[in-house]
């Protein structure tokens, strides 16, 4: 399996257990992706949109490790959460795009939960009428949670876990085939 990386995370956040987490989402923090040039056309058209949903390879996810003490229970396995240690370590993040420029292939966006250098895969537009679903529901752990350390607090905090907004992680596999991801960068 081959994935083509369009471009690069480039941000202030060094190391995976540095994402914050806001009481808002994921995290405040802002961040530039830069587009490979032949890319960066591919940008147009997205005047209008708040929002995007950024793809991207979790290329760090096996420096990640459990804490100790963690907020799921013990019967929740890997696909019921949004561990970075996954599989296929592929990350989904809904994200604010506050600029972007198809003249220099970037855009500034808020909420990425990926850290400095991480490959980019895919970028598509949010669009309530499909991506948003009212009637959605959680599990009471993972509500307990969010209660507890996201919306309980007015200032962003780590917690010494990463949590992906849109991008499924959690334990390894014992599979040995990893996606190669083409790079300019190789």
Request: aromatic share 8%; hydrophobic share 30%; net charge positive.
């Amino acid at each position: 399996m081959k994935f083509i990386e369009i471009g690069r995370v480039f941000s202030e956040v060094k190391e995976m257990n540095d994402v914050r987490h806001t009481s808002r989402g994921w995290t405040a923090e802002t961040c530039t992706i830069k587009l490979m040039s032949q890319y960066k056309g591919g940008l147009g058209g997205l005047e209008g949109y708040s929002h995007v949903i950024i793809l991207f390879y979790i290329n760090q996810h096996k420096e990640w490790k459990m804490p100790r003490k963690h907020h799921k229970p013990k019967n929740v396995k890997v696909f019921a959460t949004r561990m970075p240690v996954r599989p296929n370590p592929i990350g989904l993040s809904t994200v604010e795009l506050i600029n972007f420029s198809t003249e220099e292939g970037t855009l500034t966006v808020k909420g990425l939960d990926a850290i400095d250098g991480t490959p980019i895969l895919d970028i598509k537009p949010y669009i309530p009428h499909f991506d948003a679903y009212a009637e959605a529901s959680v599990p009471h752990w993972v509500e307990a949670h969010l209660k507890e350390h996201h919306h309980g607090h007015g200032h962003g905090h780590t917690h010494g876990h990463v949590h992906s907004h849109e991008a499924p992680h959690s334990q390894a596999t014992t599979s040995t085939k990893r996606p190669h991801i083409h790079s300019h960068h190789d």
